[in-house]
């Protein structure tokens, strides 16, 4: 479906405090003895919306619970939180854990949350001799005291959002052998100490929300069945060496919106199980050489919404299981060659909302790696051709979104290679309509692709603003051409160390458009070269008569050349219909004896040794 999502609105809610006692079968729930305030349904006693002073002190001797009852999960009390729709909050003025008498010893499941608990101590909890599940969340509890907790077999403990700043040493001890999730987001932890969390069972830990800004090594040791991690919206921009070593069994971590800086090995020691890896919306600008070395069992790697700007060789190697990889929302410009080599596994790469543009329009299959590769987001970048080299190798592709970006020209059997290809989405408004394009709307119409595709033309005036659908064949005509051709190649060269080097390309085109003039080396921007740029008109002519050509010259001009000149030089001409891409130029440069360092330095080797 091409159709976007529709989000879903959100409707107010409102949390209401329910005491449920559940009645014995066949007792007197019908008598009229229902405590006031509380209403009776059945074998149920709901005192829902009371305040702590209206709940009643006693229980009714008809519930009464005695061995008659037929089980333990028939007789459960709890203190409950329903969710109705579209009230204000109900608020509870409890202050401590209740006093549930001889009841408490089979409660299970405690839920306590939206009240004014400040405090959690052993003569509160002692009673609640079966307690599975505490949910203490939206109190007002400061802090967590050893020892605060009594041996209890708690499973489950919720202290999201509370006032807590600090957790003691050993305050955690008596939950060691039982504690599997522990939820301490939107409190107000500034630090965590060092094995702190001496829990072998525990297999969730949720800290998303607090003011954590570092983590020292070793401070979730002793978490060795941890399986999740959260730690996102804290303002991390440290994560030290060995920050996650001892969590042999972690399987996702996450720590997105954070303001981590780089991604290295050192803080991702330790982590040899980790599937996951949700690193969006920090200020990630660099990715080390090593950084996955501890890390080669990842099938998903989120690293949108950062400030990546280049993808080296090196950024992804070791990550052949990787499934997902997410790099939307940055700043990439530059992807080098093999830059996703070792991918073996990939099956969906997002690179949306880039700046992307040379990738696609001039590298010979920057994706030809990924031959699993399904589903390839390029939208919302600067690619403005497709080239028939653009997709090569992406035999099994099933999706590619090109849409949002000013694509001019697409070259004939650019996507032909995508057997596989089941959706291509595709809007622009700026195509040159010649004869070149002809083959795009019979294709699309061929495979299907109509419903994902919104293509119209920016150039000939005659056919500007029209669909490509609704333009006859007959009218794909190649009178001019708008869009720079090359037509001076700069020329591979050898030069003298110390002497001068000028590489000339020059191009053509019949629109006046303003042309802009770039050279690269090794596919890097010579953003401080000495460059100098010329024009002239020509007239040309033509089956439909003669045009008026400006003919475009560019030179670089390289002086004092070292051994770190050498290279391949490239020119990038472009105006508004586009960009061309000269073939690339190398250059060699010797020393004075008339041969290469690489050349000097061999036959040195050879005169020492045949001096020996």
């Known amino acids: 479906m091409c159709s976007p999502t529709q989000p879903r609105s959100s409707a107010g809610f409102v949390v209401v405090f329910l005491l449920v006692l559940t009645l014995q079968p066949g007792s007197g729930a019908n008598t009229g003895t229902c405590p006031p305030p509380c209403a009776c349904f059945g074998e149920l006693v709901d005192c ?12 009714p001797e008809w519930t009464d619970l005695r061995e008659e009852l037929p089980s333990l999960s028939y007789i459960l009390q709890t203190f409950l939180f329903t969710v109705v729709a579209h009230r204000k909050l109900n608020n509870n003025e409890l202050e401590a854990v209740p006093d549930l008498g001889p009841y408490a010893s089979n409660i299970t499941t405690l839920i306590l949350a939206n009240n004014r608990i400040t405090r ?5 909890l002692g ?18 005291k050893a020892n605060s907790f009594p041996a209890l077999p708690l499973k489950n403990l919720f202290l999201n959002n509370n006032r807590i700043s600090s957790l003691e040493t050993g305050c955690f001890t008596n939950l060691s052998s039982s504690l599997q999730v522990l939820r301490l987001n939107r409190n107000r932890l500034s630090t965590i100490p060092a094995k702190i969390f001496q829990l072998p069972n ?13 983590v020292e090594g070793l401070t979730f040791h002793g978490l060795h069945a941890l399986r999740s991690l959260k730690i996102q919206r804290n303002g991390l921009n440290r994560l030290m060496d060995g920050a996650f070593w001892g969590l042999s069994n972690m399987e996702v971590l996450q720590l997105d919106y954070n303001n981590l800086t780089e991604v290295s090995k050192g803080w991702l020691y330790g982590l040899l199980t ?19 070395e501890f890390c080669q069992k990842l099938s998903e790697l989120n690293l949108s919404s950062n400030h990546l700007s280049r993808l080296e060789e090196s950024s992804f190697v070791g990550l052949s299981l990787l499934d997902e990889l997410h790099l939307g929302n940055n700043r990439v410009s530059f992807i080098a060659d093999g830059a996703f080599r070792g991918l073996s596994n990939l099956q969906m790469l997002d690179l949306q909302n880039n700046e992307i543009s040379w990738t696609i329009e001039d590298m010979n299959g920057p994706f030809s790696a990924l031959d699993k590769l399904k589903k390839l987001f390029l939208q919302g970048n600067q690619i403005r051709s497709v080239t028939k080299k653009s997709f090569s190798g992406l035999d099994a592709l099933q999706h590619l979104d090109l849409s949002n970006n000013a694509i001019m020209s697409i070259q004939a059997n650019a996507f032909s290679q995508m057997k596989n290809l089941q959706e291509l989405r595709l809007n622009t408004s700026s195509l040159l ?18 419903p994902c595709v919104n293509a119209s033309c920016a150039h000939p005036q005659m056919l500007k603003g029209r669909s490509v659908f609704a333009v006859n064949q007959d009218e794909f005509v190649c009178d001019d051409f708008p869009k720079p051709q ?31 003039f770039a ?18 008109l020509r007239v040309q002519g033509g089956a439909g008569g003669e045009t008026e050509v400006t003919e475009y010259t560019t030179t670089l001009q390289l002086r004092n050349v070292e051994f770190s000149s050498e290279g391949k030089y490239q020119c990038v001409i472009s105006n508004h219909f586009g960009s061309s891409y000269s073939t690339k130029a190398r250059l060699t440069v010797n020393s004075k004896y008339g041969m290469g360092k690489k050349t000097a330095v061999w036959h040195l080797s050879l005169y020492t040794r045949s001096l020996k």
């Open 48 to 59: 829902s919306r009371m305040k702590r002073g209206q709940i009643p002190d006693t229980i």
């Open 120 to 124: 959690i101590s052993v003569e509160q």
């Open 127 to 144: 009673p609640f001799l079966a307690l599975e599940t505490l949910d203490l969340s939206n109190n007002n509890i400061v802090d967590i």
């Open 202 to 214: 525990l297999q969730h830990l949720e800290l998303s929300r607090n003011r954590v800004r570092r």
């Open 274 to 292: 980790l599937q996951q890896l949700h690193l969006g919306h920090n200020a990630i600008s660099r990715i080390r050489p090593d950084a996955w």
């Open 433 to 450: 309509c010649d004869c070149q394009l002809k083959w795009l709307p019979v294709w699309v119409a061929e495979q299907t692709f109509l």
């Open 486 to 516: 090359i037509t001076v190649q700069p020329e591979t060269q050898s030069a003298l160390k110390g002497t001068n080097v000028t590489f000339v390309c020059s191009a053509a085109s019949s629109s006046d458009s303003p042309m802009t």
């Open 519 to 536: 050279w690269k080396k090794d596919n890097e921007a010579l953003n401080d070269a000495e460059i100098h740029n010329q024009a002239h």
